[in-house]
Antibody, heavy 119, light 106 residues
Framework: QVQLVESGGGLVKPGGSLRLSCAAS????????MSWIRQAPGKGLEWVSY????????NYADSVKGRFTISRDNAKNSLYLQMNSLRAEDTAVYYC????????????WGQGTLVTVSS | DIQMTQSPSSLSASVGDRVTITCRAS??????LGWYQQKPGKAPKRLIY???SLQSGVPSRFSGSGSGTEFTLTISSLQPEDFATYYC????????FGQGTKLEIK
């Protein structure tokens, strides 16, 4: 069955960096676009970024553009999110999700990893 | 950017009630819309895709309708496990979620 397991969250100071990982299993990872979505405490869902199956195409929400970088390693069935210049408003649970089709909806989600940006 | 306006933001209802949640897109999105259910501390779970197709394993009391700019999620007879927060998601142009609807027990 499809499994997505995020890791790498934690407490970081404003201006700091963090790298999230998502380990995928149960499907042919290299066939799918993948995405990161976040949810601030007590708030709604916000799409963050997605990456094409071959890494040739990426896209970002305006709120993270220029600070976050999505990447993947198909040989390791892994998705990454490098987060730099972190701000308090980046505090959230970060979910990785499988994308259906080309930039389609999210059909499977991981359990999430919490990122807290605070001094 | 496409904006999604979801209503109501919260809703109180009783077991057995029929409830409807609405999402309105700022421009036409064909049927590129899904509905998700989220329970506290858990990841969202997809209920509906392509506006009206039921995800495998989801009870038939859930249904979706609409096309273009107006979409609805209907739960025909609320069950105790349905009290949760619901989100719509458009994927016609990038991805935008609605603000969410918290469904609470009356």
């Amino acid at each position: 069955q499809v499994q997505l397991v995020e890791s790498g969250g934690g407490l970081v100071k404003p201006g700091g960096s963090l790298r999230l990982s998502c380990a995928a299993s149960g499907f042919t990872f290299s066939d799918y676009y993948m995405s990161w979505i976040r949810q601030a405490p007590g708030k709604g869902l916000e799409w963050v970024s997605y990456i094409s199956s071959s890494s040739s195409y990426t896209n970002y929400a305006d709120s993270v553009k220029g600070r976050f970088t999505i990447s993947r390693d198909n040989a390791k069935n892994s998705l990454y999110l490098q987060m730099n210049s972190l701000r308090a408003e980046d505090t959230a649970v970060y979910y990785c999700a499988r994308v259906e089709g080309v930039a389609g909806p999210f059909d499977y989600w991981g359990q999430g990893t919490l990122v807290t940006v605070s001094s | 950017d496409i904006q999604m306006t979801q209503s109501p933001s919260s809703l109180s209802a009783s077991v057995g009630d029929r409830v409807t949640i609405t999402c309105r897109a700022s421009q036409g999105i064909r049927n590129d819309l899904g509905w998700y259910q989220q329970k506290p501390g858990k990841a969202p779970k997809r209920l509906i895709y392509a506006a009206s197709s039921l995800q495998s394993g989801v009870p038939s009391r859930f249904s979706g309708s609409g096309s273009g700019t107006e979409f609805t999620l209907t739960i025909s007879s609320l069950q105790p496990e349905d009290f949760a927060t619901y989100y719509c998601l458009q994927h016609n142009s990038y991805h935008t979620f609605g603000q969410g609807t918290k469904l609470e027990i009356k």
